[in-house]
């Protein structure tokens, strides 16, 4: 029997990348999942592309608390249950603050932390009806350390996963699960502009110990792992799968002996 068979899941920024990716793990693993995204149209090819009547599509807006409670209850109609819930929708504003918009701020941190908020609530209302469930919420490794071009990700996603250490010293007495997953840079459409950068890429890769960017597939099997009961005594957990940048001081690490 797969680690998650017949669990009631949702998935938010579901249509494509690391969301599409986990969206097909769990399915794999034998969930039924419910997934959302912004594009009505991406998120049909994406329903068509699974071909599985184990997977649902809603468009949702989850910047909207309203259009969060509406996922939350149409899971709730089609599954009779919620068991795992995935925050993984995101925006990456690329802006310095002096030079960021309140609005661009604001559409943002709409995307990146009120949606965990919003969803997060309303999970842990569903699963103390039924006593207990999963919530993994995708961050970044920007919400452990800074990047200059990105200071709203970074604040976002730092916020995010304490929200995630602060729900699960709580909820973890009732038989709820919250933990976090940190990747670094994953090959996705979201990150396909930087191809017209190729010096910055070769720059980037260099600098990641294990000389290349990760793949969706790479994510979305720790998702299936955090979300299932291998991973039964982890609660508040920050998971980093980063290819081993931030185990690096930045220093060289190949430097003459003798």
Request: net charge negative; glycine share 8%.
């Amino acid at each position: 029997m797969a680690r998650l068979d017949n669990k009631a899941c949702i998935v938010t920024g579901g249509s494509a990348g690391i969301g599409l990716a986990i969206v097909r793990r769990l399915l794999d693993e034998g969930a039924h999942v419910l997934f959302c995204g912004q594009d009505e149209g991406r998120g049909a090819d994406a329903l068509a592309a699974l071909d599985t009547p184990n997977a649902h599509f809603l468009r949702t807006d989850v910047s909207e608390e309203a259009d969060c409670e509406a996922l939350l209850a149409r899971a709730v109609t089609l599954f009779g249950r919620l068991d795992i819930l995935v925050n993984n929708a995101a925006k990456a504003a690329v802006a310095l603050i002096p030079d960021h918009s309140t609005e661009e701020w604001r559409r943002s941190t709409a995307v990146n932390l009120d949606s965990v908020f919003f969803l997060s609530r309303g999970a842990v209302r569903q699963f103390r009806k039924q006593g207990g469930g999963v919530i993994v919420n995708v961050a970044s490794i920007s919400g452990l350390a800074g990047d200059g071009a990105y200071p709203s990700y970074c604040a976002q996603k730092g916020a995010v996963i304490n929200l995630t250490r602060a729900m699960a010293a709580y909820h973890a007495r009732e038989n709820i699960r919250i933990n976090a997953l940190c990747p670094g840079f994953v090959e996705t459409p979201a990150t396909d502009a930087f191809k017209a950068f190729p010096q910055l890429l070769e720059d980037w890769f260099r600098s990641i110990p294990a000389q290349r960017p990760a793949q969706p597939d790479e994510m979305a099997s720790i998702v299936a792992f955090l979300a299932s009961d291998d991973a039964s005594y982890m609660h508040g957990s920050i998971v980093v799968a980063d290819g081993g940048v931030t185990a690096a001081t930045g220093q060289p690490t190949q430097v003459p002996i003798g």
